[in-house]
């Protein structure tokens, strides 16, 4: 049985799901800008989507049960990006990758991870890494940042630049 939070302010409600349930349930189209995504988890809205997703999960036969969690001020989920469909979402990558291989010439990626913000890591065969950011509103790409780490740990910035 799959247990989802479901996260409240004074205000409104919103129900922690995967991304990828929502594309697995069929449901990933049907889900409006009233939602929330952060990486790869999305915030249903408690009025419409997080209905919709939970008749999905009842039609698929799958059981499920809740934990609530409630702050006294606005959520932090309100600071997210509002949910995109994937048919209304930009394509942002082939930019991106032009810039990057034009920036990183010769260079390889060996892994691509999270930090602890949810933001891409890339890092590099020479050591380096670059951190994909989100714009100061977080309703879009910002800025990667080229950083490299010697051996104390000492992190230095070597360049960034605009994802468009």
């Given at each position: 049985?799959?247990?989802?939070?479901?996260?409240?302010?004074?205000?409104?409600?919103?129900?922690?799901?995967?991304?990828?349930?929502?594309?697995?349930?069929?449901?990933?189209?049907?889900?409006?800008?009233?939602?929330?995504?952060?990486?790869?988890?999305?915030?249903?809205?408690?009025?419409?989507?997080?209905?919709?997703?939970?008749?999905?999960?009842?039609?698929?036969?799958?059981?499920?049960?809740?934990?609530?969690?409630?702050?006294?001020?606005?959520?932090?989920?309100?600071?997210?990006?509002?949910?995109?469909?994937?048919?209304?979402?930009?394509?942002?990558?082939?930019?991106?990758?032009?810039?990057?291989?034009?920036?990183l010439k010769?260079?390889?990626?060996?892994?691509?991870?999270?930090?602890?913000?949810?933001?891409?890591?890339?890092?590099?065969?020479?050591?380096?890494g670059l951190?994909?950011?989100?714009?100061?509103?977080?309703?879009?790409?910002?800025?990667?940042?080229?950083?490299?780490?010697?051996?104390?740990?000492?992190?230095?910035?070597?360049?960034?630049?605009?994802?468009?």
């Amino acid at each position: 049985m799959t247990q989802y939070v479901f996260h409240s302010d004074p205000g409104h409600a919103w129900l922690e799901v995967k991304k990828s349930e929502l594309e697995a349930l069929g449901v990933d189209q049907e889900i409006s800008e009233c939602s929330y995504q952060y990486g790869l988890t999305v915030y249903l809205e408690e009025d419409c989507d997080a209905p919709a997703f939970l008749a999905a999960k009842g039609r698929a036969f799958e059981r499920f049960s809740f934990e609530d969690r409630h702050v006294d001020g606005d959520s932090f989920i309100r600071s997210y990006m509002p949910y995109k469909p994937p048919s209304l979402q930009e394509d942002i990558m082939p930019p991106f990758l032009d810039k990057l291989n034009k920036q990183l010439k010769g260079l390889e990626i060996v892994a691509v991870t999270y930090d602890g913000e949810n933001f891409p890591v890339i890092s590099l065969n020479d050591g380096s890494g670059l951190w994909i950011q989100s714009d100061d509103e977080r309703n879009g790409p910002g800025v990667a940042v080229h950083v490299t780490t010697d051996e104390d740990g000492n992190q230095t910035e070597l360049g960034t630049w605009q994802m468009r």
